[in-house]
Nanobody, 123 residues
Framework: QVQLVESGGKWVQAGGSLRLSCTAS????????TGWFRQAPGKERGFVAA????????FYSDSVKGRFTISRDNAKNTIYLQMTNLTPVDTAVYYC????????????????WGQGTQVTVSS
């Protein structure tokens, strides 16, 4: 089993930056691809970014490409999501996930989830 705990979510003004963290415990975290999803009020949870186990490759949704950066530190069992140039559209609960089975852009293909952290961007 893998336990994931997100942190770093808070209120921020539009144009600002924020870094989310997700710390893992349990099964060998360094062997697992990981990712970030988000769920805005009234919407389905959607893919944000993913990173391979060794950090060599990253993937982003079109809506965040160029503004968000996913990274990981396997020595610390932690992944990060650096978010810049935030807009109110980025307001959501952000979830980290680990160990996808297939399509990494589909939330149902991920096996482990954190509890989420709220990011609120005001205009």
């Amino acid at each position: 089993q893998v336990q994931l705990v997100e942190s770093g979510g808070k209120w921020v003004q539009a144009g600002g930056s924020l870094r989310l963290s997700c710390t893992a415990s349990g099964r060998a975290f360094g062997s697992l691809p990981t990712g970030w999803f988000r769920q805005a009020p009234g919407k389905e949870r959607g893919f944000v970014a993913a990173i391979t186990a060794n950090g060599g490759s990253t993937f982003y949704s079109d809506s965040v490409k160029g503004r968000f950066t996913i990274s990981r530190d396997n020595a610390k069992n932690t992944i990060y999501l650096q978010m810049t140039n935030l807009t109110p559209v980025d307001t959501a609960v952000y979830y980290c996930a680990a160990d996808p089975d297939g399509d990494y852009t589909k939330d149902y293909d991920w096996n482990h989830w954190g509890q989420g952290t709220q990011v609120t961007v005001s205009s």
